[in-house]
């Protein structure tokens, strides 16, 4: 089998388990069920290793072809394509900051069905960007020591091996990569978000854990290399948007084909004939699928100038040209996302709100989803660079 044909059956594979995985959506947020055999079934079929270079045995997955997948699994349950989100960010991070001895490790880690989550996220309380977990060098050892806690670490529950990114002692910034089963490191099932809510997005606390040197990749200080590395999350968090609000549309037109019924004053007796639901579900339509096509122009933006990016030999301005790109797909996608999942009860009216059916799950998650990163940012750093030509600011966020 040839690249192109590996390539092709995972993202088919993808949307087989999809299918499958939207069978128990409702239920599994109705009764907080992790999707622990769901993720189990990603990590068999290669789905968590796609993006593994070929020259370690890997697929290398182009990013339009990954983005179709996380459409699929958003479209089925964004809390499954949710908890291997940050998976995905941290296997290109290996890509672009681990040793040619880490990535050898750690990539065949993935091919073997590992699931490298991250335990990054910090509450707040002070400076912007601040890292308050550090780790600190043993006197005289090659070993260094990790102490704090990490919030908000999607998919914790489900994985086999963490990321953090920590502030070393010496003053810089690293990436740490640890099996979950280390000394010193535990996991609190503490995520209760009203959406979004099976994302095992729980609490990292590391006491004393003992860190190896070739355990943690050094960074560059925050905001001075740009690399496709937001673009990457970002479009990513764009899929899940996109699927939420397909998922939304769809469910709103079988209804109204199906199950809804017309109110006296269309004067219709299907709801399908009734010119204001066919407007509402027109509505949805463009709002989803406008969403999509951003989100394939995006993707095609960032396939173009991976080669180079990876290389480090991608400018300031390609990278910045697709960060814009990928932050218009994030733009439409959030407003479909949120505009559909809510837009579905002009569809069905009180008949859909029955607990039965769980179709508000569509807009909690979307809510809780599209809180991740503020998107009036992303419209302010697109107009700066339409109006001024200005680069976005280097973050992960944009």
């Not at 941290?90 to 073997?112: C, D, M, T």
């Not at 968090?237 to 397909?246: E, R, W, Y």
């Not at 396939?303 to 300031?316: F, H, I, S, Y």
């Not at 859909?352 to 809510?367: E, I, K, M, Q, S």
Request: charged fraction near 20%.
């Amino acid at each position: 089998m040839n690249q192109q044909e590996r390539s092709t059956e995972l993202v088919s594979a993808a949307h087989r388990l999809a299918a499958e995985f939207a069978q128990g959506a409702a239920r599994r947020d109705a009764q907080r069920e992790l999707a622990h055999a769901e993720i189990q079934a990603l990590a068999r079929h290669g789905i968590l290793a796609a993006r593994v270079p070929r020259e370690f045995g890997g697929i290398d997955l182009s990013i339009a072809q990954l983005c179709e997948i996380y459409v699929a699994l958003g479209q089925a349950d964004p809390n499954i394509a949710q908890a291997i989100q940050p998976h995905a960010c941290g296997v290109e991070k290996i890509r672009l900051y681990g040793s040619p001895q880490q990535q050898q490790r750690y990539f065949a880690l993935l091919l073997e069905g590992a699931m490298i989550t991250n335990a990054s996220a910090e509450k707040g309380g002070g400076t912007v960007g601040e890292i308050s977990v550090v780790l600190r060098r043993q006197a005289a050892s090659d070993t260094w020591i990790l102490d704090g806690d990490k919030h908000y670490c999607t998919g914790s529950l489900f994985s086999s091996h963490f990321y953090s990114l920590v502030r070393r002692d010496d003053g810089g910034r690293s990436i740490v990569l640890l099996p979950r089963d280390r000394a010193g490191v535990s996991i609190l099932d503490d995520w209760d978000g009203m959406g979004q809510r099976t994302t095992a997005s729980g609490t990292v606390r590391f006491d004393q854990v003992q860190v190896a040197d070739d355990e943690h990749m050094p960074l560059p200080a925050a905001g001075t290399l740009r690399t496709h590395e937001g673009a990457f999350a970002q479009i990513l968090h764009a899929a899940i948007d996109v699927g939420i609000a397909l998922a939304a549309f769809e469910d709103a037109a079988r209804y109204g084909r199906e199950r809804a019924r017309p109110v006296p004053e269309a004067g219709v007796s299907r709801a399908s004939d009734d010119p204001y639901i066919q407007h509402a579900v027109g509505e949805m339509a463009v709002l989803a699928h406008g969403a999509q096509a951003l989100l394939e122009r995006a993707a095609r933006a960032l396939d173009g100038v991976l080669p180079q990016a990876l290389n480090g030999q991608a400018t300031e301005e390609a990278l910045g040209r697709v960060s814009i790109a990928v932050a218009e797909a994030k733009m439409a996608a959030n407003d479909a996302a949120l505009r559909t999942s809510e837009m579905l009860y002009r569809v069905g009216g009180a008949s859909l709100t029955v607990r039965g059916l769980n179709l508000d799950r569509h807009w909690r998650n979307a809510r809780t989803h599209t809180t991740h990163d503020p998107v009036a940012y992303k419209a302010k750093a697109v107009g700066d660079y339409y109006l001024n030509g200005k680069l976005p600011p280097i973050t992960t966020k944009i």
